[in-house]
């Protein structure tokens, strides 16, 4: 069986992996497109250790690849298919959009690294969701968490919902791993929204933050780009963007030095409650 996944995409270049178990993929074309027009084309094998380490063969089945795009600033959906192969990747959620301030710092070292994230999950330490909570946060700075627990026949009739105060606090704990306290601010959904919430983390002990709203409202988040500098990211004027849904059922655990804005879908005067780990204080 073939898998794999589309991770990052900008108006010039995309990247991600395709796997099976059958055979090596290595030296395979593949190709992108936006609707029926191909807009660039590469091969598989791009090393990648991470890959390895989850299981996927020797992690030999990376791609990534220039594209050129007939109109570069329109907002547009891409997927990459197996050349004379029926396998495609799309992400529903990928918009191609242009860019907004794109200044922030280079990326710091996780604090949990890949190595001590294994090491506690063979240990069963961390719990799965917990595990893809942290590999995300490190390598893509954002991952959706769901407040809405499955109902189960032998429970409730009905699903339920997590208390989103409770949840920010387990999350900024294992994000943490260290003494703290909690600080929460509200931050309006318009433009500078990024450089809002910049700002309010400049007193926190991680740059990373949890994202709760009672009503709804649409992320765009650059992925991967709180480990880029400025001019890796601006490209031609412009990034890839993933939707993020944020809302009174889930939560958006986010890396703010990644670039992100709020949909201009999105309803005037809807907030986001923004809560980040600082030190105690006494």
Known sequence: MLRGAIELATPVRVSGWIYTAVTSMEGLLVQAFVDSECVGEGTLGLPRDDLAAAGLGD??????????LAKPADRVRLHVRLFESDFML???NQLLMPAANTAHRVGAVARW???AIEWLRRRGALEQYEVDLLTAVNRFGVY????????MASQV??????????????LLDLIS??????????VAVKAGLREATHALV??????????????????LVV?????LTSADVSVAGQVGAIEYECGPDSLIVLDTRCMFFGDEQTRPGRKLTVSFATLPTG
């Open 59 to 68: 992690g030999r089945c990376g791609f990534s690849f220039p594209i050129s």
């Open 90 to 92: 799309t992400q529903p």
């Open 113 to 115: 690294s890949a190595t």
């Open 144 to 151: 959706s968490r769901s407040l809405r627990v499955p109902k």
């Open 157 to 170: 009739s009905h699903s339920v919902l997590l208390d989103a105060h409770e949840e920010t606090g387990r």
């Open 177 to 186: 791993a260290s003494d703290h306290r909690i600080e929460t601010h509200d």
């Open 202 to 219: 400049q007193s926190a002990i991680s740059t990373v933050a949890v994202l709760h709203a009672m009503k709804p409202v649409t992320l």
């Open 223 to 227: 992925e991967g780009s709180h480990v």
